[in-house]
């Protein structure tokens, strides 16, 4: 080891406080930035470069550093996202919260050629503004640069699997094993693409669903979980839960309703429409039933599930399902249990007294 590589190493060590220090809040402002802007990634990571690997790369190359503050590396930030769309947010969001030395920042996503493939990752250089956080007890947080790296989890594995086969090894790989590497991240990279066209395509198809549920258009909507969620947003079973709750003046108690979407499949509903017309068939038998059931108790608190329960045992009853067909509704709703038969079993006698049962 040299001199000025040992000189390099001191400096280093008497840094190592602030490095540490810098991680900590480089992460938690990455951190908190991220949730605030509402963007959901795998990994937010800090690290500083240990002794070891710090010696080993100014064995291979310290003369290009005249000082330790030529080091941009000695700490290390990493966001791993799930979409290749979210690393440009990201980026964004950094140029907003951090200074950039754009001279030493890199997109190694546009060094490819239109016909190779190969390591994809944003690296940016930067440093912490004072405007952004300042500590008087570590003044040189706000000099010392540091890596921040972007890439996606499939970017991720192609590095890791990358530095495993390749520079670990210290052997040069033979031109095949290259190629088929090479195939392997063009796959990857598609991959990447079309994973954030799909969530494009499926954030756009979620709006027009929005647009044409708010417009009533609902033969026009596929039943699915999305457009079933979107359907119970607008609170279709409303109105009769309070019309039942005024019976005995009771509470209405919100649960999920969630578990009805593979009732109405059942039922073969095939739009939200078809969901729509089976409560408007319905909605009257189902609270003469409610009446019949609360009639003579002082139940004063009601699921907000008891509307749109009452319309399916409706249907399942003037569709001559009977007891049997009670049953699988509830096993449906509650899990298969023996108890699901009593429960049949009352509801089908209460249900026989009234007019929709003659």
């Known amino acids: 080891m040299d001199i000025h590589t040992e000189f390099l190493l001191e400096e280093y060590d008497s840094l190592r406080p602030v490095l540490e220090r810098m991680s900590t809040v480089v992460e938690?402002?990455?951190?908190k930035t991220l949730r605030q802007n509402g963007i959901e990634v795998t990994t937010v990571k800090?690290?500083?470069?240990?002794?070891?690997?710090?010696?080993?790369?100014?064995?291979?190359?310290?003369?290009?550093?005249a000082t330790i503050d030529d080091i941009t590396d000695l700490l290390g930030a990493r966001i791993i996202t799930f979409y290749t769309d979210d690393v440009d947010r990201i980026a964004a969001m950094a140029e907003r919260l951090f200074d950039i030395d754009w001279e030493n920042s890199v997109d190694k996503r546009r060094l490819h050629q239109l016909d190779s493939f190969g390591y994809n990752s944003l690296h940016y250089i930067c440093r912490l503004p004072e405007s952004l956080y300042k500590d008087p007890a570590f003044p040189q947080l706000n000099t010392i640069r540091f890596e921040l790296q972007l890439r996606t989890t499939l970017q991720h594995a192609w590095a890791a699997i990358n530095h495993d086969t390749g520079y670990k090894s210290g052997v040069e790989i033979?031109?095949?094993?290259?190629?088929?590497?090479?195939?392997?991240?063009s796959l990857l990279e598609l991959a990447d693409d079309e994973f954030s066209r799909i969530r494009t395509e499926l954030t756009a198809y979620r709006?027009?669903?929005?647009?044409?549920?708010s417009s009533g258009r609902l033969d026009d909507v596929q039943l699915d979980g999305d457009t079933f969620g979107n359907y119970l947003q607008t609170e279709p079973f409303d109105a009769?839960?309070?019309?039942?709750?005024?019976?005995n003046q009771a509470e209405i108690q919100q649960?999920?309703?969630?578990?009805?979407?593979?009732?109405?499949?059942?039922?073969d509903c095939r739009t939200l429409g078809d969901v729509n017309r089976l409560f408007l068939k319905y909605e009257e038998d189902a609270y003469a039933l409610a009446r019949y059931q609360l009639g003579n108790t002082d139940i004063d608190i009601i699921s907000s599930a008891v509307g749109v329960q009452?319309?399916?045992?409706?249907?399942?009853?003037?569709?001559?399902?009977?007891?049997?067909?009670?049953?699988?509704l509830f096993n449906a709703l509650n899990g298969d249990n023996p108890q699901n038969e009593q429960l049949a079993e009352i509801t089908f006698t209460q249900a026989s007294n009234l007019p929709f049962m003659k």
């Open 28 to 31: 938690e402002l990455l951190s």
């Open 240 to 247: 009769l839960n309070k019309r039942i709750a005024a019976l």
């Open 255 to 267: 649960v999920p309703l969630d578990s009805y979407l593979r009732v109405f499949k059942a039922f």
């Open 207 to 213: 709006r027009r669903v929005q647009q044409l549920v």
């Open 310 to 328: 009452n319309i399916c045992i409706v249907y399942i009853l003037r569709q001559g399902g009977g007891k049997i067909g009670l049953t699988r």
């Open 46 to 65: 800090t690290r500083v470069k240990t002794r070891d690997s710090l010696a080993g790369k100014l064995a291979l190359k310290g003369s290009k550093y």
């Open 174 to 185: 033979p031109r095949e094993y290259m190629r088929q590497m090479s195939r392997l991240a």
